[in-house]
T-cell receptor, first 113, second 109 residues
């Protein structure tokens, strides 16, 4: 079991460029989440999904889009990157019950110049 | 809007000392989780508390959920350098987790 994997690990973008972050899990989890982590802010929820084909907005969804076409994958897209989106992005997944453990990926470090 | 405030933000102590980290909110959560995060890695779950007033122990770590399910505490007895890391609380509400601001702990040998 690989658990939760994230691609890429690190990326540098110029303002206005687009990119997609890929999250994959092999634990057959229903719920998947995208967070961003900034210094002094803890983790903030961007978007989440409670099942294949479903997505919902979190605390800070502006500037991001997501898709969950397959149960095991959750994609986070930045259509036009801004310096304010410089952050570390974490993907997580869990079983159907909200009280279950969230398993986190290793993170993607994104720098927008 | 940050609904979960953690205190203190930073804590540097000597090996063997005791410490308590607090996680406070004005909102009620259905459950609350504590995570520890090492540099360059994702958070790892330590414990989930569900019932108001619940106390759980994990070796030298004691977790408590407030009676009203709005706050929680993490107490570490006889801290060791291996306890160094970022401690995060997270409240669960309606399919989502709200994370606290984090407490960065450094235990000096």
């Amino acid at each position: 079991n690989a658990g939760v994997t994230q691609t890429p690990k690190f990326r540098v973008l110029k303002t206005g460029q687009s990119m997609t972050l890929l999250c994959a899990q092999d634990m057959n989890h229903e719920y998947m989440y995208w967070y961003r982590q900034d210094p002094g802010m803890g983790l903030r929820l961007i978007h989440y999904s409670v099942g294949e084909g479903t997505t919902a907005k979190g605390e800070v969804p502006d500037g991001y889009n997501v898709s969950r076409l397959k149960k095991q994958n959750f994609l986070l897209g930045l259509e036009s990157a801004a310096p304010s989106q410089t952050s570390v992005y974490f993907c997580a997944s869990s079983y159907r019950d909200i009280q279950e453990t969230q398993y986190f990926g290793p993170g993607t470090r994104l720098l927008v110049l | 809007t940050q609904l979960l405030e953690q205190s203190p933000q930073f804590l540097s102590i000597q090996e063997g000392e005791n410490l308590t980290v607090y996680c406070n909110s004005s909102s009620v959560f259905s459950s609350l989780q504590w995570y520890r995060q090492e540099p360059g890695e994702g958070p790892v779950l330590l414990v989930t508390v569900v019932t108001g007033g619940e106390v759980k122990k994990l070796k030298r770590l004691t977790f408590q959920f407030g009676d009203a399910r709005k706050d929680s505490s993490l107490h570490i007895t006889a801290a060791q350098p291996g306890d160094t890391g970022l401690y995060l609380c997270a409240g669960a509400r309606s399919y989502k987790y709200i994370f606290g601001t984090g407490t960065r702990l450094k235990v000096l040998a």
